[in-house]
T-cell receptor, first 118, second 115 residues
Framework: GAVVSQHPSRVICKSGTSVKIECRSL??????MFWYRQFPKQSLMLMAT?????????EQGVEKDKFLINHASLTLSTLTVTSAHPEDSSFYIC??????????????FGPGTRLTVL | AQSVSQHNHHVILSEAASLELGCNYS??????LFWYVQYPGQHLQLLLK??????LVKGIKGFEAEFIKSKFSFNLRKPSVQWSDTAEYFC?????????????FGTGTRLKVLA
């Protein structure tokens, strides 16, 4: 159980275009979904936290107008990279949790999406 | 600011050797602690977690970790590693910041086990 999928797994796009990445919890309802960015040989950097039906909370330094997050249902969250530029090239990972109180949630991670902006 | 440190970035061991990966965090309040593993080509998955109670927690595949509050540490251990343990290991802390809990990950430790 607790499977999270991401689509697409890889995407290559031209500079200036927008890219949408989907994150789905396949066998559970995810109250909270997280979006991370991982640079080579570095840790996961939390970009934003989204709760179903409400606006995402972005981490400091993350442009909310550039990285649009939508969490319209308990099983789907999307990250749209708008007007992508080569510096946005990275590995984007989503995770989902059921939203237990007290910070005891386990996060279930998707396989990641490799974005390359030419 | 809260932070998580993993001091060993790369570890190479022979099969049957014992493993200990260090994890230290900086936060004075209540924390929930996790170790995640990422096998080659796979996504992150939970190894073990500590919320309260016995500070020695056991996880999957023979891993265990000990929470030492006085040292702000949550080191991961395994008495005898196998080739299949080759992976990247991430320590994570979920701590209450300004009103909400936030996950913070360490930089990861890449473990290579030689057959």
């Amino acid at each position: 159980g607790a499977v999270v999928s991401q689509h697409p797994s890889r995407v290559i796009c031209k500079s200036g275009t927008s890219v949408k990445i989907e994150c789905r919890s396949l066998d559970f309802q995810a109250t909270t979904m997280f979006w991370y960015r991982q640079f080579p040989k570095q840790s996961l950097m939390l970009m934003a936290t989204s709760n179903e039906g409400s606006k995402a909370t972005y981490e400091q330094g993350v442009e909310k107008d550039k990285f649009l997050i939508n969490h319209a249902s308990l099983t789907l969250s999307t990250l749209t990279v708008t007007s992508a530029h080569p510096e946005d090239s990275s590995f984007y990972i989503c995770s989902a949790s059921v939203g237990l109180a007290g910070g005891t949630d386990t996060q279930y991670f998707g396989p990641g999406t490799r974005l390359t902006v030419l | 600011a809260q932070s998580v440190s993993q001091h060993n970035h790369h570890v190479i061991l022979s099969e049957a050797a014992s493993l200990e990966l260090g994890c230290n965090y900086s936060y004075g309040g209540t924390v929930n602690l996790f170790w995640y593993v990422q096998y080659p080509g796979q996504h992150l998955q939970l190894l073990l977690k500590y919320f309260s109670g016995d500070p020695l927690v056991k996880g999957i595949k023979g891993f265990e970790a000990e929470f030492i509050k006085s040292k702000f540490s949550f080191n991961l251990r395994k008495p005898s590693v196998q080739w299949s343990d080759t992976a990247e290991y991430f320590c994570a802390v979920n701590a209450r910041g300004s009103g909400t809990y936030k996950y913070i990950f360490g930089t990861g430790t890449r473990l290579k086990v030689l057959a």
